[in-house]
């Protein structure tokens, strides 16, 4: 099982911060680094020193690292316009040398959007698969040809469709609970199909709908990457456990019943039974961006059991 390093800026991270923590994931072994598009902290935490613009993130790391995959869960389709969109990350992706994944998603998170003038349409999901169709058509448009697109919330014409990324195909994820839009929409556009913070069970469900609507469709299912995000708290006792758990404001108990928490042997078990349902990526939400020492833990006694 491929492990990534996802991350929450918002919460409070500078880009020193970020580049840190992305070194150190490329560093230790680790797949890539993601992390969340948001401008506004959640919870108690005070924010400070402010948010960190995704993309803009993405384009300094791209410059600073080297093999890691870079991205987003998931990039708010509310914050960018989609041709817009296209440009920036197929400009990160120039400049990484082909590393980067674009996760996106409607946006939900409304207080943000007033916090910072954003506007927030009260209808996302129909704009959301407009900007699927957008940003994969301009990137699919042979250089010399042109892309026009006459929908309801966009319209393009004449777009010469440019610049094109370094990869012959930017990898598109998409993820979410929704029964039934969200797997038409992942079988439609998505190279991998990710579901945040679920249950194996859940999981298990949601990777079969996505299977389903693929069928549907006249795709293999097997085309797709299935994964999970999860939050992770790793000790090589209890004691660390709890002290971790402690550090990002939870309980163990609680994160051990819905995340990955505990020793590293739980851990490898718990993401053994994700793979056994179909999960062959996880993405794990690290909150205490100075905690070093936990990814290397993670490194040296999760990963290495996995490969």
Known sequence: M?????????????????LTVAKATEDL????????????????????????????????????????????????????LPGVLAIQV?????????RVELGLGAGWFEEEHSAYGIPFPKEKFGRLEEQLAIVTGLWGTKVGETFDFDGKHYQLAGSPA?????????????????????PRLAARYADEFNIPFASIEDSERQ?????????????????????????????????????????????????????????????????GRYAEIGSSRAYL?????????????????VQSQLS
């Open 2 to 18: 491929d492990l990534r390093i996802f991350t929450e800026p918002q919460q409070g991270a500078s880009y020193d911060t970020l």
């Open 162 to 182: 440019l610049p094109k990324p370094a990869q012959e195909k930017i990898p598109v994820l998409i993820g979410g609970h929704g029964a039934t839009r969200t």
């Open 29 to 80: 072994g680790f797949d890539a680094f993601f992390r969340s598009d948001h401008y506004l902290r959640m919870g108690s935490s005070d924010g400070l020193p402010g948010p960190t613009d995704a993309w803009i993130t993405l384009a300094g790391l791209a410059r600073e690292t080297r093999r890691i995959r870079l991205g987003t869960l998931m990039t708010a389709g509310t914050f960018r």
């Open 90 to 98: 197929a400009q990160v992706d120039q400049m990484s040398g082909g």
């Open 207 to 271: 990777f079969g709908r996505v299977r389903a609507a693929a069928e549907e469709i006249g795709r293999k299912p097997d085309e797709l990457v299935y994964s999970n995000a999860l939050v992770v708290c790793v000790g090589k006792d209890e004691a660390a456990v709890a002290r971790r758990a402690e550090a990002i404001g939870r309980d163990a108990a609680e994160l051990r019943a819905n995340g990955l928490a505990g020793s590293p042997a739980e851990v490898v078990d718990k993401l």
């Open 285 to 301: 939400q690290v909150l205490d961006l100075d905690d070093l020492d936990h990814l290397e833990l993670i490194s040296s006694q």
